[in-house]
Nanobody
Framework: EVQLVESGGGLVQAGGSLRLSCAAS????????ISWFRQAPGKEREGISC????????VYADSVKGRFTISSENAKNTVYLQMNSLKPDDTAVYHC????????????????WGQGTQVTVSS
């Protein structure tokens, strides 16, 4: 059974940092790309970062470039999202998701999703 479990969310002041984790199981990690998406109330779910399980290449949305860093620890089947210089606009539920093959942030292509972790940034 495929599982993606997020952790690490919480409440933080603007300018602060959080590190999210996505623990994956039930599939061959290196065959998949893992992305982080977020969804704020009343807004579309947006892709913010992606990492390829095969070669570690990464993609970032402009909204987080330079502030967020995605990384993976293949031995633990875990992907991390280090979030620095957080802003109130970063407040959302953050989900990780897995797609076979190519690294993309097109959410319709994603096969598996985690339940999400809430990130709240106060001003």
């Amino acid at each position: 059974e495929v599982q993606l479990v997020e952790s690490g969310g919480g409440l933080v002041q603007a300018g602060g940092s959080l590190r999210l984790s996505c623990a994956a199981s039930g599939f061959i990690f290196e065959d998949y790309a893992i992305s982080w998406f977020r969804q704020a109330p009343g807004k579309e779910r947006e892709g913010i970062s992606c990492i390829s399980g095969s070669d570690g290449s990464t993609v970032y949305a402009d909204s987080v470039k330079g502030r967020f860093t995605i990384s993976s620890e293949n031995a633990k089947n875990t992907v991390y999202l280090q979030m620095n210089s957080l802003k109130p606009d970063d407040t959302a539920v953050y989900h990780c998701a897995a797609v076979w093959g190519i690294a993309t942030m097109k959410k319709s292509l994603y096969d598996y999703w985690g339940q999400g972790t809430q990130v709240t940034v106060s001003s």
